[in-house]
Structure formats: structure tokens, C-alpha cells
């Protein structure tokens, strides 16, 4: 796993080439972080030469999206295979995460952020102290629209299939619920995906 860096003048542009795999995961993780240390607050991380991105390789960027955003930060993906953009939407992240098509779109998101700060007077001091709970990762005003493929499946489709892969589906009286077993999902987790279903 290679990863260029390059920047453009506040904006540091990572771009991983081959497969963020649980090999890859510590070394890109460690890339971030160093980003982060360095007091990188707009971040650009180009998937486009990505064939496989692994759960920890995701975890990493959430983490990092999490501490980016109360310093008045942001990260924004681009250029993402279907292949890859599916693991983002099965885990949920294609909802918290920046995610556009070009190279050029997520550095103009990324410089729209800084700028938008910047013209609303906001101190670094005011960035501090934001809230990091999960609905603060991304600021909704700022983000910029999610580009899925033709081929993506729709959200509907996402809860059905990723609680079959997570829960065993038993039958009752009232029709197909999902079952809580040990080391599954909670019981009221799994109430909420078969009152969904039904």
C-alpha cells in the first residue's frame, strides 16, 4: 500500500493506491493520525487507485473525520469504485462521510468549508468547542451531495440486507422477525428491524 500526498495550500490530498486491507489499515490509520498532529484541517482523500477498503481502514476515517470537525476541519472522499462505495453504504458512512465523484469536487468542498468559516468570522477557539456527537461529524449545511452509482442499490433495500447479514430471520404467528442471539444485535435493535420490515 503506497500513499501520495500532496497539497494544495490548506488542503492535504492523500491519495492510498491498492487495497486499505487489515495489512494497510495501521500504516494508513498512522498517515492520518500524523495529519492530524501536524494540524491538518482540511483533508482530501482521493480512493480512486482503492480496489478493497476494510472495516478498520473505515473505522480510521470516521475517528479522523470525528476530530477534524471540532477544530473546524473537514475530510471529503472522492473518486470512490462501486466496489468500494458499497462497503461505505453497507456500514452507514455514505450518510456521515463527504463523499463526491472528482478530485475537483472534494477540494472545492473541502476549501467551501474553510471558506465558509472564514466569512462567518468563526475564531479556531469557537471550533473547539463544538460538539462531537455523531450528528456534529459533518455539518450538514456544508456537505456537499452524495453521488451513487446508477447500480446502487436503493435505501430501502440497505436495512433488509444488512439485517439478514447481521440477524437470524425466524418466523412467528405475525410473520418473519429478526432474532437476537448471543453475539448479535440487541434485542430491541432487533424489534426495530423487523417493526421496519413489516
Not at 462497503?87 to 472545492?108: K, M, N, Y
Not at 468559516?117 to 471550533?127: F, I, N, T, V
Not at 456544508?142 to 444488512?162: K, Q
Request: aromatic residues 4%; contains cysteine; negative net charge.
Amino acid at each position: 500500500m503506497e500513499i501520495a500526498e500532496t497539497r494544495d495550500g490548506e488542503i492535504v490530498i492523500l491519495a492510498p493506491h491498492g487495497k486499505l486491507d487489515t495489512a494497510a489499515e495501521a500504516a494508513f490509520e498512522r498517515k492520518l493520525k500524523d495529519l492530524l498532529a501536524a494540524q491538518a484541517r482540511y483533508v482530501v482523500v482521493d480512493f480512486g487507485k482503492v480496489e478493497y477498503v476494510s472495516g478498520g481502514a473505515l473505522r480510521a476515517l470516521l475517528l479522523i473525520t470525528r476530530r477534524l470537525t471540532p477544530r473546524g476541519g473537514r475530510m471529503v472522499l472522492c473518486r470512490l469504485s462501486e466496489v468500494v462505495l458499497q462497503a461505505f453504504t453497507i456500514a452507514g458512512l455514505d450518510r456521515v462521510l463527504s463523499i463526491v465523484p472528482s478530485r475537483d469536487d472534494a477540494v472545492f468542498a473541502a476549501f467551501s468549508a474553510g471558506a465558509q468559516r472564514e466569512s462567518a468570522g468563526l475564531p479556531e477557539e469557537a471550533a473547539d468547542a463544538t460538539p462531537s456527537a455523531p450528528e456534529a461529524a459533518v455539518a450538514p449545511d456544508v456537505a456537499p451531495p452524495l453521488v451513487v452509482p446508477e447500480a446502487a442499490p436503493a435505501a430501502d433495500d440497505r436495512i433488509p440486507r444488512l439485517a439478514a447479514r447481521l440477524l437470524p430471520l425466524v418466523k412467528d404467528g405475525t410473520g418473519p422477525v429478526f432474532a437476537a442471539t448471543p453475539g448479535s444485535l440487541s434485542a430491541g435493535l432487533a424489534r426495530t428491524l423487523s417493526d421496519l420490515l413489516a
